[in-house]
């Protein structure tokens, strides 16, 4: 089974698409009690604070990279 976060997960047609292309059943998150828009600014905030901290956020044994990757670099707004 899945579980889907974020906005995605309130658009019906979008989730009968993931049910019907992954096989198998497809839920949003708060059937598991967590709260999906939380959860979803939670993994951008933790993706943002190790990009501040020049930390990867892609590895090899996770995506398939040929090395760690960060989430690119922060300009300064002028």
Do not use: K
């Not at 198998?24 to 709260?35: A, H, Q």
């Not at 892609?58 to 960060?70: K, N």
């Amino acid at each position: 089974e899945w579980m889907v976060c974020g906005g995605g997960r309130h658009n019906p047609v979008l989730m009968q698409m993931l049910a019907r292309a992954l096989s198998v059943p497809v839920f949003p998150v708060e059937v598991r009690g967590w709260r999906g828009d939380a959860l979803e600014a939670e993994a951008f905030a933790y993706l943002a604070a190790r990009s501040v901290l020049g930390l990867p956020l892609s590895l090899p044994e996770t995506t398939g990279v040929s090395a760690a990757v960060t989430g690119g670099v922060l300009s300064p707004a002028f």
